[in-house]
């Protein structure tokens, strides 16, 4: 056998053994693992050896048995402590050193600590040695070729022995450096002369050798791969340091991969280990629990996952009514399917941890025997799914789960704090490599490290020539006294000054080794925005370089290609054009057996959004994004204010003097406005950790704060302007129903407030004021106007919810509202008054003719006229469907858009904006490839609202007298300050009217 030796062969060599012949046997070029493994395997040495991570946990037990200078670290941090130790000791243990008495308290109680650890790759060299002392090897000859005095002292022995055993051991040199072209020195030449000490030149910047910096990682993948496919030849073309981000850019334009796998800590099994223990730490992270949820390799059911997922977008909190309620409903019909296997693993997967409490740092410390239990429910699980599918995921999870488990059972602790057991997962996932279905392709060749380069190659690509992938520099770790005693011993440790020059000579090997072009790409920021700094070896090469502006000449933005790439004349496709009307068949289309005001209302702005979403149920599938921060305080909001003015059982044992009961009926009298606010801290603390959760994480606890002040000092301020007016509240999220033609109407307004007989409509809304404002001014409030409608309907059939008592005729005045049709309005025109209350500004904002003394009147039109509108226009959509056409007015056509409006009341019907700004169908209606006219406006044309305002032609007086309004007490807050543009975790807030557009869209 003819092995070549490098110390960089381990992660891929170049040339290697077929560099000159189509095949080779017999001849292997191995790393100091493949000469190790060789050896031990041709001297019957060969088993599985315990990896680093059990090692470390080994060490771990020993430190709580030893007393020593690291006591009062490993109080702190013994898992930590263990790895630092345990690297000490291999260090010593390569250069000679045995554990003998030194005569130094440190080294002497180090050997003490570490005489009986599971052997590492220093004692496995010892062993071969010894072996080798009365054995022989079949190996014809080794070529070593790197510099003796990057050995240490254990392979020096082990090499000395091979030759006394009769293997030919020669110190080879690499590979001679390519010819120099006598006619014309390149910038790679000169380089290459300048820095081996030849001569001192100025280059040319002809491109030969250059560093490219992009802006990131993405740009420079895609400058890499485009300079690579504009070369003619990709013969001898050497990648160093390839990763998944260029083996992507390469797919892209058509080049093969070079197989490079993701990063051990972030592959797909060790992401499952992680989360699993995270999202079960209490308290319950929801965004954690939805990563779990929506990664690959999920350890639930598919429907479960996703309906959970669901649950999270819905309720962001875990262990919610919803989230308990769909997992209930979803593990029995898992049950009721024959799978009676999945709730138990389900229940201990999802079940939070018995933590401790926190400890002085402020992390949760975390009982090892449970961490154990469910890494052992995973490794079950992982098994039986590689076996079943072959899967090498799977199965690299299961080994992964079997290293941890491992670990945790030898590191002699009870428990062990959260980035403790994580450090353990990361160690596993290290141990047992990455995963991936990346394979490398014919055609280049990658290596990881540039030492790895013995050979011409013709073009050499440095990826990621950057300062953090170059080696850190050696450190000494002991004092003066402690290198002397060694040295007296004979086992002197390398010095470090000596190591990192021969480091630095290892770096250089890409340049002596690239016949034509050696290109460096090196981002100005990582991947996670921070700066990158260039590879210590440019800055070598600068150094030895003369003239202006060397840098200038061998730095580039974007690299320069000395070939042009070929090209291919292509023919442009068609964008698809807008489709306005669609043909459908209306057997195929009715009305849910339920609607809401907001399903109706998205039915009347786009009738193909309505039928893709609500009737055909096509869902684009969850993000690893929980709702916006709008949705998700408006939703606590709501559920607050609705705890205090409703009779819970929290308010009852708080105030039970402000209790009666009629008629079997139990009233709530209205709280005081201090009441109001205890009351809704009190609801909030309790109701807070089910509904948002990520609001009650350790993190959050200032904008926890603030939530709690804010939602405390709207829940006074509504309980003083009901009191002040002498209202009361008749009842709170009451579900109202209403038989239609061919489906149930059914709506649930916030609060219905009662002045004497008269109910007015409350709708608590969160974001600012200014969407609201404008709905009621134009008369596109149509959901208050529903729930208006809804009352008056349930009152007139006798039906009054909770008791309340039935609004009569002369209550419920008439509004000065046009005749619709030139009829005199109906019943339907003597409707509860309605209302928005924003709780951000505290404001309440009533409707023009409201008798209800509190608040601010908006003009416009009244309730009964948006009513009108809306139920025309419902029954036009619905007339459309039984022709057979649906219409997206959202979609382009031609030059123009088929919709550009605000909502507004024309011809006597509710005219509603598409609202495809928050539509994931624009590809099927063509609203996604834009319109001519707006691609030369910018890209941001197609989603700005209109300049100017088409006033509805039955509301342009109202809208008149609100533009006179102007600058009334409606545009400020209480305190009269601006409303901030920034919520309450101060994060930048997106536009008002697209997020309680949003909000108003999926109420109901």
Not at 171 to 191: F, G, Y
Not at 531 to 545: A, R, S, Y
Not at 723 to 750: C, K, M, W
Not at 871 to 898: D, F, N, V, Y
Request: one cysteine or more.
């Amino acid at each position: 056998m003819h092995i070549r030796f490098d110390l960089d062969f381990d992660t891929g060599s170049w040339p290697g053994p077929n560099s000159d012949r189509e095949a080779t046997a017999g001849e292997v070029w191995v790393g100091p693992a493949g000469l190790l493994s060789t050896l031990e395997t041709a001297l019957g040495l060969g088993g599985e050896y315990e990896t680093l991570p059990y090692r470390v946990a080994a060490l771990m037990a020993n430190l709580q048995k030893e007393d020593g200078f690291w006591n009062t670290s490993a109080e702190a941090d013994p898992s930590g402590v263990a790895h630092t130790l345990l690297g000490w000791r291999d260090e010593l243990w390569m250069a000679g050193w045995r554990a003998q008495p030194m005569g130094s308290r440190r080294l002497d109680s180090l050997g003490a600590l570490t005489r009986d650890l599971p052997p590492g790759i220093p004692d496995r060299l010892v062993a071969v040695t010894t072996r080798l002392e009365t054995r022989r090897v079949d190996i014809e000859r080794i070529d070593v070729l790197c510099d003796p005095r990057e050995l240490s002292a254990c392979w020096r022995q082990l090499f000395h022995l091979l030759t006394a055993r009769g293997v030919d051991v020669r110190q080879t040199p690499p590979l001679t450096a390519p010819p120099r072209d006598a006619a014309r020195l390149s910038d790679l030449e000169l380089v290459r002369a300048s820095i081996l000490g030849e001569s001192r030149c100025t280059p040319l910047g002809d491109g030969t050798i250059q560093l490219v910096r992009s802006e990131g990682p993405l740009d420079a993948a895609e400058e890499a791969a485009a300079w690579m496919a504009a070369c003619a030849e990709r013969g001898d073309m050497l990648v160093i340091g390839a990763d998944r981000v260029l083996d992507a850019a390469l797919r892209r334009h058509g080049l093969p991969r070079t197989g490079a796998r993701p990063e051990p800590l972030f592959d797909a099994p060790s992401s499952i280990l992680a989360l699993v223990l995270v999202s079960a730490v209490t308290p319950r992270d929801p965004q954690l629990m939805l990563e779990l949820l929506t990664a690959p390799l999920c350890p639930f059911p598919s429907d479960l996952r996703d309906r959970l997922a669901s649950a999270l977008h819905q309720c962001p909190a875990v262990n919610s009514d919803t989230w308990n309620a769909t997992l209930e409903r979803e593990l029995k019909a898992l049950e009721a399917a024959g799978n009676n296997r999945v709730r138990p693993r389900v229940e201990r997967l999802l079940a939070p941890f018995e933590t401790q409490s926190p400890n002085s740092d402020g992390f949760p410390v975390i009982l090892v025997e449970e961490a154990v239990e469910r890494l052992g429910e995973l490794k079950r699980l992982f098994g039986a799914r590689s076996s079943g599918s072959g899967d090498t995921a799977w199965s690299l999870g299961g080994s992964q789960c079997r290293v941890a488990i491992d670990v945790l059972e030898a590191c002699g602790e009870e428990a062990l704090r959260l980035p403790q057991l994580l450090s353990v997962i990361a160690q596993a996932a290290q141990s047992c490599g990455a995963g991936g279905d990346a394979r490398a392709e014919a055609g280049l060749v990658s290596v990881a490290d540039p030492g790895g380069i013995v050979g011409v190659a013709r073009t050499v690509i440095w990826w990621n020539c950057t300062r953090s992938s170059a080696p850190t520099p050696p450190r000494t770790f002991l004092s003066t006294a402690e290198l002397k005693a060694l040295q007296n011993a004979g086992t002197p440790l390398p010095d470090p000054a000596e190591v990192a020059v021969l480091q630095a000579r290892r770096w250089r090997r890409p340049l002596q080794h690239a016949a034509e072009h050696l290109v460096m790409f090196c981002p100005r920021r990582s991947a996670n925005g921070d700066e990158e700094f260039v590879h210590p070896f440019f800055d070598e090469v600068l150094g030895t370089l003369t003239g202006p502006s060397v840098r200038s000449r061998l730095q580039v933005s974007v690299p320069c290609a000395v070939t042009r790439a070929p090209r291919t004349a292509r023919s442009l496709q068609a964008l698809p054009t807008g489709v306005l009307d669609w043909p459908v068949t209306p057997d195929l289309l009715h009305p849910r057996e339920e609607e809401s005001p907001s399903s109706l209302g998205l039915l009347v702005s786009c009738s193909v959004r309505w039928a893709l979403q609500h009737v055909a149920r096509v869902r684009t599938g969850h993000s690893a994004a929980l709702t916006s921060e709008a949705r998700l305080l408006g939703n606590l909001a709501h559920e607050v204010l609705a705890d205090v003015f409703s009779p819970s059982p929290l308010r009852l044992e708080t105030v039970p003097t402000n209790t009666s009961s009629e008629d079997g009926v139990l009233k709530a009298a209205l709280p005081s406005p201090e009441e109001a606010g205890r009351l809704a801290e009190a609801s909030f603390d309790r109701l807070g950790p089910r509904l948002a959760g990520e609001l009650f994480l350790p993190t959050e606890e200032g904008s926890r704060s603030r939530v709690r002040l804010l939602i405390a000092d709207a829940a006074r301020d509504l309980a003083r302007l009901l009191h002040a007016a002498g209202g009361t509240v008749s009842n709170v999220e009451t579900t109202l129903r209403e038989t239609r033609d061919g489906y149930i109407f059914q709506g649930r307004p916030d609060i219905v407030v009662q002045q004497g007989t008269r109910p007015t409509v409350l709708d608590f809304k969160w974001g600012s004021q200014t969407h609201y404002l404008d709905a009621m001014r134009a008369g596109s409030a149509y959901q208050l106007a529903a729930y208006a409608h809804l009352i008056a309907s349930s009152a007139r059939a006798g039906d009054p919810p909770h008791g309340s008592a039935p609004p009569e005729a002369s209550t419920c005045h008439e509004h000065a509202d046009p005749p619709l049709n030139g009829e005199t309005p109906t019943w339907r025109s003597t409707l509860p008054d309605v209302g928005y209350y924003v709780l951000q500004n505290r404001r309440l904002l009533l409707s023009e003719d409201a008798t209800l003394d509190a608040g601010s009147r908006v003009p416009g039109p009244s309730p009964a006229l948006t009513w009108n509108a809306f139920e025309k226009s419902i029954q036009r959509r619905l007339q459309e469907i039984l022709e057979g056409r649906l219409q997206a007015p959202g979609a382009p056509q031609g030059t123009e858009w088929a919709s550009k409006t605000e909502a507004r009341i024309e011809n006597e019907q509710l005219v509603l904006p598409a609202g495809c700004d928050l539509c994931d169908f624009g590809r099927l209606c063509a609203r996604s490839f834009g319109a001519p006219t707006e691609e030369a406006d910018g890209p941001s044309a197609a989603n700005a609202a209109p300049s100017e305002s088409k006033a509805p032609k039955v509301a342009e007086a109202h809208a008149q007298g609100a533009r006179q309004v102007g600058a009334d007490p409606l545009g400020t807050n209480p305190t009269g300050e601006k409303p901030s543009d920034r919520n309450t975790s101060g994060r930048k807030r997106s536009s008002v009217k697209q997020s309680s557009t949003k909000e108003e869209s999926q109420d109901g």
